[in-house]
């Protein structure tokens, strides 16, 4: 299929479909919820996952002075989550008042974690460095939370049992009614 070039990457969609996570943090007289697409694994060990996140952001200086986040994984039932935090500042008041957030009662780092998350991981702050407009957060997974029921004995997500939220761009999200799932082997050296 022919493609078209451009110069520049336009308005940085084309990657998506993107999981989202709800970044949460806690200080000592606050705590927060953002919506958050750019995020990765970066190490097995030690675990170490990142985020980027605007300078601007609320989410940004909590997170520097509590030195912690957490990322929060929510099923695709549960997507408004994604619209309500993404779309109002913590500086405007508490999210988890305003938009019913409740929170598990167990966390390992004092941090919120939500009901409605399928899995999540408790970071401690580990370095952070600056990209153009965005921060990249680098955290120590020090605790994960996950539903058991959920994923198998690989802790592979079941996708037959919880679809996660999937951000398209402009406010859309996927909403997939069924998955094929396959499994391709990988090459193997040429002999
Ligand atoms: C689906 C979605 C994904 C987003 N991804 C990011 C992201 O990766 N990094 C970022 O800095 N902001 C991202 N945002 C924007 C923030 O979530 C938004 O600005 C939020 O209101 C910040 O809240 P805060 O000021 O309380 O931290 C995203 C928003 C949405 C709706």
């Known amino acids: 299929m022919p493609k078209t070039m451009m110069s520049g990457v336009g308005k940085f969609s084309r990657h998506y479909p993107a999981n989202v996570a709800i970044v ?39 997170l520097l002075e509590g030195k912690k986040f957490a990322l929060n ?18 500086r405007e008041g508490d999210k988890f008042e305003r938009f019913g957030l409740a929170l598990e009662e167990e966390s390992g780092l004092d941090l919120p974690i939500l009901k409605d ?10 370095s952070h460095h600056t990209f153009g407009d965005h921060e990249w957060f680098v955290g120590e997974v020090l605790f994960t939370h996950f539903d058991g029921e959920l994923f198998d004995e690989r802790q592979m997500i079941r996708l037959e049992k919880v679809s996660p939220t999937l951000y398209l761009g402009f406010d859309h999200y996927l909403f997939p009614t069924q998955y094929e799932v396959k499994h391709l082997e990988r090459a193997k050296p040429a002999e």
Not at 117 to 126: I, P, Q, T, V
């Open 117 to 126: 998350a399928y899995a999540a991981y408790e970071c401690k702050l580990h």
């Open 73 to 90: 994984f929510i099923p695709k039932e549960k997507a408004m989550i994604s619209a309500q935090t993404g779309g109002v500042s913590g």
């Open 24 to 62: 949460t943090t806690r200080t000592e007289k606050e705590q927060d919820a953002m919506a958050a697409a750019w995020h990765s694994t970066i190490s097995f060990s030690p675990p170490l996952y990142g985020v980027s996140i605007a300078s601007k952001r609320h989410t940004y200086d909590l």
